[in-house]
T-cell receptor, first 110, second 114 residues
Framework: DQQVKQNSPSLSVQEGRISILNCDYT??????FLWYKKYPAEGPTFLISISSIKDKNEDGRFTVFLNKSAKHLSLHIVPSQPGDSAVYFC?????????FGAGTTVTVRA | DAGVIQSPRHEVTEMGQEVTLRCKPISGHDYLFWYRQTMMRGLELLIYFNNNVPIDDSGMPEDRFSAKMPNASFSTLKIQPSEPRDSAVYFC????????????FGSGTQLSVL
């Protein structure tokens, strides 16, 4: 069963605009949520995280929002840059294990 | 730090052969995770270790798969015998004490079983 879902397989955005990536989860026991970024032929790289007791975390151009009642989180990238073109994975932590979404491929157009 | 190091980067083998994937975690990290990424199943956890001890191997698909961690700086994932459906990218990740949820990944091993 897939506990973490990213329903949009791809997103195309113009350089300088906002990218919004969405993620839904089913397990209310998850205590941390993370976003990873992955380039081709590389491993996932940690981007930003949020604790389940918070509703927002910001790091430079990246902001993650958590809506626990809706079991939904989102990643905002502002402004989007060409180097942001990658696959983004949402992940949720239950104890020591991470459950990953299927990923969203972001393409930033010049 | 050099990060998590995996070898080989690519492995091509024939069905029935034994395959061994290797991983060196980040120094000081006490958790080590093995993942497999496929188009159909995405990124799935196979097994993880804490202080060299296997904690949860519920994701290991079959008895053909085995993993060991003889010391804090080395782990192997072995497939014997290999099958074409084992073709995937295998990732190793590690995390430091107290932050097991924050995992750092290696570059992966692309395995092709013909």
């Amino acid at each position: 069963d897939q506990q973490v879902k990213q329903n949009s397989p791809s997103l195309s955005v113009q350089e300088g605009r906002i990218s919004i990536l969405n993620c839904d989860y089913t397990n209310s026991m998850f205590d941390y949520f993370l976003w990873y970024k992955k380039y081709p032929a590389e491993g996932p790289t940690f981007l930003i995280s949020i604790s389940s007791i918070k509703d927002k975390n910001e790091d430079g151009r990246f902001t993650v929002f958590l809506n626990k009642s809706a079991k939904h989180l989102s990643l905002h990238i502002v402004p989007s840059q060409p180097g942001d073109s990658a696959v983004y994975f949402c992940a949720a932590s239950g104890g020591r294990k991470l459950s990953f979404g299927a990923g969203t491929t972001v393409t930033v157009r010049a | 730090d050099a990060g998590v190091i995996q070898s080989p980067r690519h492995e091509v083998t024939e069905m029935g052969q034994e395959v061994t994937l290797r991983c060196k975690p980040i120094s000081g990290h006490d958790y080590l995770f093995w993942y497999r990424q496929t188009m159909m199943r995405g990124l799935e956890l196979l097994i993880y270790f804490n202080n060299n001890v296997p904690i949860d191997d519920s994701g290991m698909p079959e008895d053909r798969f085995s993993a060991k961690m003889p010391n804090a700086s080395f782990s192997t994932l072995k497939i014997q015998p290999s099958e074409p459906r084992d073709s995937a990218v295998y990732f190793c990740a590690s995390s430091e004490p107290g932050t097991a949820f924050l995992q750092f990944f290696g570059s992966g091993t692309q395995l092709s079983v013909l």
